[in-house]
C-alpha cells in the first residue's frame, strides 16, 4: 500500500514530477494526469509573464544525472492558473516562481485573490537565471519575502528550496521557515552552477551562462537525503517536506522516506526514461516494503538509524 496525503487529499502512491519535467505544456500536464502510479503533479514554475526560456542547448544528460540551464520557459502565470482551475484531473500543486522578492508578491496577491484554494508551491531557487541569486541563500531575504506574504497570503503555501551544503545553514533557514505557516518544503531543487567538461571537443555542454547550470539525478542523492533528513529533523512537524533528487529506483525513494520525506519526486529520470519510471519505481519500492514486512510508509517514515 503506498497510499500518500497531500495536505489532506489522499493520494495513491508518494511519486510527483519534480517541477520544470514534462510540466509546461497542457499536453504534458495532462500526460502527467494519466500517468499510472503518479500520486500527484506539479506545474513547471510560473512567472507573472511567459518566458522562452535560455537558449538551447539548455538541458544535458550526463552518466549520472544531468546538467540543465533552461531558464524558467513558461507559459506564464495565468495559463497555469487557468489549467489548475479548469482542466486538473490529478492532484496538482501549483508552481510559482520568484525572480525577485516583488514578483513574488505581485504573483501571490494575484493569487490570493482569484477562486484557487489548492496548494502552491513558491520556488526559491532558480539557479538559470542571469543576474539574479537564488534567493534562499539569503536567509534574510526570504525572511523578508515570507513576512511579507504570509501579512495577506491565507492559502496553503510551501517553499522549493536549493540544497544547503553546512548544518549551520539547515538551522539558520529552518528558523526562519518556522517563524512562518508553510504547508510544505520542497527539497532540493537542483545544485546550481555545476560545469561539464566535454573532453573531445573541449568545451561546455549547454549554451547559456558560459555552460554553468543546475545538476540533477543520481549525483545529487547524498545531497538530496541530506536535506530531506536534516530539515526534518528541524521543522515544525505541521511542515511536511517534499523529497526530491538523485531517485532513480525504489530503493532511493525508500530512502528518502526514511529520512523523513512525505512525498517524493523525480525529475533527471523521468527524461531519461520517460513517464513509465513511476510503475517501475512504485513496484521496487512495493518489492523493498514486502521484503521488509511494511505495510505501509507510514510504517518507516523517518525512522532512518545512526551509528
Ligand atoms: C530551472 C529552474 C529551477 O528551479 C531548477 O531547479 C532548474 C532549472 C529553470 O527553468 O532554469
Not at 539558520?172 to 537542483?190: E, F
Not at 549547454?206 to 530539515?231: D, H, S, W, Y
Not at 526514461?273 to 514486512?293: H, P, Q, S, T
Request: hydrophobic share 40%; net charge negative; proline share 5%.
Amino acid at each position: 500500500d503506498l497510499s500518500a496525503d497531500l495536505f489532506g487529499q489522499s493520494l495513491q502512491s508518494p511519486l510527483l514530477n519534480a517541477s520544470g519535467v514534462h510540466c509546461q505544456t497542457k499536453e504534458e500536464l495532462n500526460d502527467l494526469a494519466n500517468t499510472s502510479n503518479l500520486g500527484a503533479m506539479v506545474t513547471k514554475s510560473a512567472t507573472l509573464q511567459a518566458r522562452e526560456g535560455n537558449p538551447n542547448p539548455r538541458y544535458h544528460d550526463l552518466a549520472n544525472g544531468s546538467i540543465n540551464s533552461m531558464g524558467l520557459p513558461n507559459l506564464g502565470y495565468d495559463f497555469y492558473l487557468d489549467y489548475v482551475l479548469e482542466d486538473q484531473q490529478k492532484p496538482t500543486i501549483l508552481s510559482v516562481a520568484a525572480l525577485s522578492a516583488a514578483d513574488a508578491i505581485t504573483l501571490l496577491k494575484k493569487l490570493q485573490a482569484s477562486d484557487y484554494q489548492g496548494p502552491t508551491e513558491l520556488n526559491l531557487s532558480c539557479p538559470n537565471i542571469v543576474g539574479e541569486p537564488q534567493l534562499a541563500y539569503d536567509f534574510e531575504a526570504t525572511d523578508q519575502v515570507l513576512s511579507e506574504v504570509f501579512s495577506f497570503y491565507t492559502k496553503p503555501l510551501g517553499v522549493k528550496l536549493p540544497p544547503y551544503f553546512d548544518l549551520v545553514h539547515f538551522d539558520q533557514i529552518a528558523k526562519v521557515l518556522n517563524k512562518y505557516p508553510l504547508t510544505h518544503v520542497n527539497t532540493i531543487n537542483s545544485v546550481g552552477n555545476g560545469l561539464w567538461v566535454d573532453v573531445e571537443k573541449e568545451q561546455v555542454v549547454t549554451k547559456a551562462k558560459g555552460g554553468f547550470g543546475g545538476l540533477g539525478g543520481a549525483m545529487v542523492l547524498p545531497t538530496a537525503l541530506a536535506n530531506v533528513r536534516a530539515l526534518r529533523q528541524r521543522l515544525n512537524p505541521s511542515i511536511k517536506v517534499l523529497g526530491t533528487g538523485g531517485v532513480t529506483t525504489g530503493a532511493d525513494v525508500f530512502a528518502h522516506i526514511l529520512c523523513g520525506a512525505d512525498l517524493v519526486s523525480v525529475g533527471t529520470q523521468v527524461m531519461k526514461e520517460g513517464l513509465g519510471v513511476y510503475d517501475r519505481l512504485a513496484a521496487e519500492l512495493k518489492e523493498i516494503m514486502a521484503a521488509k514486512g511494511y505495510q505501509t510508509l507510514d510504517d518507516f517514515r523517518g525512522q532512518l538509524k545512526e551509528l
